[in-house]
């Protein structure tokens, strides 16, 4: 499943403002100067042992050993940029530790678009430890010995659009060690041996050993093999929305709970995901001991195909909220052992609003192979609550709401009219708006939201009533939808 995406410089979370820009290629040689293909150097160990603020590597297609980048960081308007130029694969681990890339004690790095596989022993594809303000985008990490990425003491880290698959020992994407608003978007993470994505606090390594305000969206996580397709211990605060959890073998959906972390996982949001739990499954989400207080469960699709576990499990519902669901007749309030139905779960004041699960062939466009959309007529479709920080697109960057209210679950089901209106009530404008012929903006609207804003139909009349600021990106498409 591929996830649509366009990213322009225009939009990077760094703007860079100066520096140098070298390049590393396989016929360079590192006596030259760098600065271009034809003086290219031959090593990104060497290129990183160059670079200072505001500098940017271009590797260009091939194979290399991996780098390791320390203590030399970047700043918030000049960070130090890694980017491959092509197929850039890293197959043998760097200089210092059995990882393909390592940055550690280094500040505002961009690492963007490198393959890296088969890192041996305890090698990691990318690590990333003692460092803020770091990017990993548009990698790929393939059968590495212990994690695809892994970071640890990383505030302010962004984690996006990369695939991490068959982690060998562990995790597909692992975030640890006190480290604060973690962005986790639009990965995709199977057939690790254990978690899709993990995230631990864990006490014993220093700080507070809690991770606050992770943000955890668009996410592919399937066919993974141990505990959890999200995993987290010791977070405070977390975001999880418009993940699509499917097919993880011996593992819950998503987990919360307290094991290395200082707290239980508590206050956590978790809006429109779809969480599909197969036979040898376990629960769709697990709420531990503390983790039920102040953490909310709305507008996601819950189906366990389990024997006897079920959707939630909670071991109180005490400061916990769940509603506008959909789930199975088999949910928990006494933790993993035992279920109640749906009715007594109601009775306790549980999903006065949500739905029992139809079939999965009448909820989803096309199950068997794991195609997740909302089929027409599913009764998903315009079932979700309303409510402050609901999700304003999907995870396919859909606009929500498409139909007269929110869909329940990670994908929006496409509003496909003749003649949309965009009026100053839709605001703010994010994500896909379609029509079969015409897009009409009614009114002056200003798209002021950092997010990529597309209007598809073959007529987009605008009367030069939209304002585009902040970096923010406005395409228009000349596309007609069908319904």
């Given at each position: 499943m591929?996830?649509f995406?366009?990213?322009?410089f225009?939009c990077?979370?760094f703007t860079?403002?100066?520096?140098?820009t070298?390049?590393?290629s396989?016929?360079?040689?590192?006596?030259?100067?760098?600065?271009?293909?034809n003086?290219?150097f031959n090593?990104?160990q060497?290129a990183s042992?160059?670079?200072?603020?505001?500098d940017?590597v271009?590797?260009?297609?091939?194979?290399y050993?991996?780098?390791?980048?320390?203590d030399?960081?970047?700043?918030?308007?000049?960070p130090i940029?890694?980017m491959?130029l092509?197929?850039v694969?890293?197959?043998q681990a760097?200089?210092?530790?059995?990882d393909?890339?390592?940055?550690?004690?280094a500040?505002?790095?961009?690492?963007?678009?490198?393959i890296v596989?088969?890192?041996p022993?305890n090698?990691?594809?990318?690590?990333v430890?003692?460092?803020?303000?770091?990017?990993?985008?548009?990698?790929?990490?393939?059968n590495?010995?212990?994690?695809?990425i892994?970071?640890?003491?990383?505030?302010?880290?962004?984690?996006?659009?990369?695939?991490?698959?068959?982690s060998v020992?562990?995790?597909?994407i692992y975030?640890?060690?006190?480290?604060?608003r973690p962005?986790?978007?639009y990965n995709?993470?199977?057939?690790?041996n254990?978690?899709?994505?993990?995230?631990?606090?864990?006490?014993?390594?220093?700080?507070d050993?809690i991770?606050?305000?992770?943000?955890?969206?668009?996410?592919?996580?399937h066919?993974?093999?141990?505990a959890?397709?999200?995993?987290?211990?010791g977070?405070?605060n977390?975001?999880?929305y418009n993940?699509?959890i499917y097919?993880n073998h011996n593992?819950?959906?998503?987990?919360?709970?307290?094991?290395?972390?200082?707290?239980?996982?508590?206050?956590a949001?978790?809006?429109?995901?779809?969480i599909?739990?197969?036979?040898?499954?376990?629960?769709?989400i697990?709420?531990n001991s503390?983790?039920?207080?102040?953490?909310?469960?709305?507008?996601?699709?819950?189906i366990?195909?389990?024997a006897w576990?079920g959707?939630?499990?909670?071991?109180s519902t005490a400061?916990f909220t769940s509603?506008?669901?959909?789930?199975?007749n088999k949910?928990?309030?006494s933790?993993?052992?035992?279920t109640?139905?749906?009715?007594?779960?109601?009775?306790?004041g549980?999903?006065a609003?949500?739905?029992?699960a139809?079939n999965l062939?009448d909820?989803?466009?096309?199950?068997?192979?794991n195609?997740?959309t909302?089929?027409?007529?599913s009764?998903?479709?315009n079932?979700?609550?309303?409510?402050i920080g609901?999700?304003?697109?999907?995870i396919?960057?859909m606009?929500?709401p498409?139909?007269?209210g929110?869909?329940i679950g990670?994908?929006?089901k496409?509003?496909?009219?003749?003649?949309?209106?965009?009026t100053?009530?839709?605001?703010p404008i994010?994500?896909?708006?379609?029509?079969?012929?015409?897009?009409?903006?009614?009114?002056?609207?200003?798209?002021?939201?950092?997010e990529n804003?597309?209007f598809?139909a073959p007529?987009v009349i605008?009367?030069?009533?939209?304002?585009v600021?902040?970096?923010s990106?406005?395409?228009?498409?000349?596309?007609?939808?069908?319904?």
């Amino acid at each position: 499943m591929k996830f649509f995406m366009f990213i322009s410089f225009s939009c990077l979370i760094f703007t860079k403002v100066s520096g140098n820009t070298f390049y590393v290629s396989n016929s360079g040689n590192n006596s030259n100067n760098g600065f271009s293909i034809n003086d290219a150097f031959n090593t990104i160990q060497f290129a990183s042992d160059q670079v200072s603020a505001g500098d940017t590597v271009f590797v260009v297609s091939g194979t290399y050993a991996g780098f390791d980048h320390r203590d030399v960081s970047g700043t918030a308007l000049e960070p130090i940029i890694f980017m491959a130029l092509g197929t850039v694969l890293i197959n043998q681990a760097g200089p210092i530790r059995n990882d393909g890339i390592n940055i550690e004690n280094a500040d505002y790095i961009v690492i963007d678009g490198f393959i890296v596989n088969d890192m041996p022993g305890n090698g990691n594809g990318i690590r990333v430890v003692l460092a803020d303000h770091v990017v990993v985008r548009n990698c790929s990490c393939d059968n590495n010995a212990e994690r695809g990425i892994f970071t640890g003491f990383t505030d302010d880290i962004t984690i996006e659009y990369n695939v991490c698959t068959n982690s060998v020992d562990e995790h597909g994407i692992y975030v640890s060690n006190s480290s604060d608003r973690p962005i986790i978007r639009y990965n995709e993470c199977y057939g690790n041996n254990n978690i899709g994505i993990h995230m631990n606090g864990d006490l014993s390594s220093g700080g507070d050993g809690i991770i606050s305000d992770a943000e955890i969206y668009g996410n592919i996580i399937h066919d993974n093999n141990q505990a959890a397709g999200i995993n987290m211990d010791g977070c405070l605060n977390p975001l999880v929305y418009n993940n699509l959890i499917y097919n993880n073998h011996n593992a819950q959906g998503i987990a919360l709970f307290q094991q290395d972390g200082a707290i239980p996982t508590q206050s956590a949001q978790i809006y429109n995901n779809t969480i599909i739990v197969p036979a040898d499954g376990r629960w769709g989400i697990l709420v531990n001991s503390g983790s039920n207080v102040g953490t909310i469960i709305k507008n996601n699709i819950i189906i366990n195909l389990h024997a006897w576990r079920g959707c939630i499990t909670t071991e109180s519902t005490a400061q916990f909220t769940s509603d506008c669901n959909i789930v199975n007749n088999k949910l928990s309030a006494s933790g993993d052992g035992s279920t109640i139905q749906f009715s007594s779960w109601q009775a306790l004041g549980m999903d006065a609003n949500s739905l029992l699960a139809a079939n999965l062939v009448d909820i989803f466009t096309d199950p068997a192979n794991n195609i997740y959309t909302l089929k027409s007529g599913s009764q998903a479709i315009n079932s979700g609550c309303t409510f402050i920080g609901n999700p304003s697109y999907d995870i396919a960057n859909m606009s929500r709401p498409q139909g007269i209210g929110n869909d329940i679950g990670a994908y929006e089901k496409v509003f496909c009219p003749e003649v949309r209106h965009i009026t100053t009530a839709d605001l703010p404008i994010k994500g896909l708006y379609f029509a079969s012929d015409t897009i009409k903006i009614s009114d002056q609207i200003m798209i002021n939201t950092l997010e990529n804003v597309i209007f598809s139909a073959p007529h987009v009349i605008s009367n030069n009533s939209i304002t585009v600021k902040n970096g923010s990106i406005l395409k228009i498409k000349n596309d007609a939808c069908i319904d």
